[in-house]
């Protein structure tokens, strides 16, 4: 079975902290997907990346960066946490010409 | 570029009914997939169903059925047998076919409760 594992459930910082949401998947998947997720809003992109060290932005990038490194790992920074940025993020990967996207559990980030 | 709306943002269903989860999307596309994802509260999202834009029969998985109908572009879920094990958000996505990345674009999700 696909895995896809993000670091923290759950998550408290503040307002101006450098945050990183880790996520890593045991696939060998070539894609792998940051969303958001807020109520009445769905899941919205905010990077993709498609290869190691490619990454593309989603709909909503601002505030946001991400890092690929190795292959099953991909990072979510949030360069100066902001109260908006409170939220659950969702981790997700798939491979090239694939089209089912498995997903991690999630990270409920709260910013204070 | 595309969109996907789901109109109902909560819904219930006495256990054993049947309830059907509405969904339209808008794409100038002529291939391209649509899924059903479910999210149970407090774990991951998986997938319940996926349909191929180019197949008019409509996906089939138990009690999970859609109902696909391309030129209206409605792609709704019935749920027969409801269980509680069914109480969850669900979330309809669509892909274009010849997306390399999977990259999905979500509607706004329904919360489903399945009442005993």
């Known amino acids: 079975d696909v895995k896809v594992t993000q670091s923290s459930r759950y998550l408290v910082k503040r307002t101006g902290e450098k945050v990183f949401l880790e996520c890593v998947q045991d696939?060998?998947?070539?894609?792998m997907f940051w969303y958001r997720q807020d109520p009445g809003l769905g899941l919205r992109l905010i990077y993709f990346s498609y290869d190691v060290k490619m990454k593309e932005k989603g709909d909503i990038p601002e505030g946001y960066s991400v890092s690929r490194e190795k292959k099953e790992r991909f990072s979510l920074i949030l360069e100066s946490a902001s109260t908006n940025q409170t939220s659950m993020y969702l981790c997700?990967?798939?491979?090239?010409?694939?089209?089912?996207?498995?997903f991690g559990a999630g990270t409920r980030l709260s910013v204070l | 570029a595309q969109t996907v709306t789901q109109s109902q943002p909560e819904m219930s269903v006495q256990e054993a009914e049947t309830v059907t989860l509405s969904c339209t999307y808008d794409t100038s596309e002529n291939n391209y997939y649509l899924f059903w994802y479910k999210q149970p509260p407090s774990r991951q999202m998986i997938l319940v169903i996926r349909q191929e834009a180019y197949k008019q029969q409509n996906a089939t998985e138990n009690r999970f059925s859609v109902n696909f109908q391309k030129a209206a572009k409605s792609f709704s879920l019935k749920i027969s047998d409801s269980q509680l094990g069914d109480t969850a958000m669900y979330f309809c996505a669509f892909m274009k076919r010849t997306s390399n990345t999977g990259k999905l674009i979500f509607g706004q999700g329904t919360t489903l409760q399945v009442k005993p």
């Open positions: 696939m060998d998947h070539e894609n």
């Open positions: 997700a990967s798939t491979g090239t010409g694939k089209n089912i996207q498995y």
